[in-house]
């Protein structure tokens, strides 16, 4: 009966969320649970840390947008002061400035450099990682263990990365939920883990 009863949630919920990537999936990759505007509203955290990364987003976006070219396209996604890059440059050399220059940035903890050498990703690819995104975070939503608005999921050609505060059990259970999701090439964690 439990069971019946979340399908009857997780349907509409499902379409609730497919929605709202409808209407932002085009700007870039797949991005969902906490957004620079909403965070502090929706993230189980301190609102200074939130502050921090919406500060450092913006200070990472700037800087990245001279570090590349107009045929590349590169993803910011800041958590907890760690900085996830992801997309696409056309060589390795634009490849290790971004991780260097960003690391530089004051304020950034860490660098996880996921961005690959290959010619920019399509309007095409983008909306299908928009979605595997939403399938993500709906297929979190359910599990007991998981608080999806401790957790960011980021989407860049069928690769998901998860980002977030859990512990390893959480880590361990969301990266399993996620790799069983339709259209998810691999999943990435780039998790802070905490006991």
């Keep these: 009966m439990l069971r019946n009863k979340l399908k ?4 509409p919920l499902m ?3 497919l929605s709202g990537v409808a209407a932002v999936g085009l700007q870039g990759c797949g991005t969902m649970a906490g957004s620079p505007g909403t965070a502090a509203a929706n993230e189980n955290r301190a609102f200074a840390p939130v502050t921090d990364d919406s500060t450092i987003a913006a ?3 700037s800087r ?4 590349i070219d107009g045929g590349s396209h590169v993803t910011v996604t800041s958590f907890n002061r760690k900085v996830l890059l992801t997309g696409e440059v056309r060589d390795a050399g634009m490849q290790s400035a ?3 220059e960003i690391g530089s940035i004051n304020g950034v ?3 996880a450099n996921e961005v690959e050498i290959a010619a920019a990703s399509n309007i095409l690819s983008r909306s299908n990682d928009a979605l595997i995104a939403a399938k993500v975070v709906a297929s979190l939503i359910p599990e007991r263990a998981l608080s999806v ?3 960011k999921v980021v989407v860049e050609r069928g690769v998901v990365y998860l980002m977030g505060r859990v512990t390893p059990a959480q880590g361990d ?9 339709s259209g998810v090439r691999k999943v990435v964690k780039v998790f802070d883990y905490v006991s």
């Design 8 to 11: 009857i949630i997780a349907r």
């Design 15 to 17: 379409l609730a969320v």
């Design 59 to 61: 200070a990472v976006e």
């Design 64 to 67: 990245v947008q001279g570090l």
């Design 98 to 100: 971004l991780g260097r």
């Design 109 to 111: 903890q860490s660098v």
């Design 149 to 151: 608005n401790t957790i």
């Design 173 to 181: 259970i969301a990266g399993q939920i996620a790799s069983g999701v």
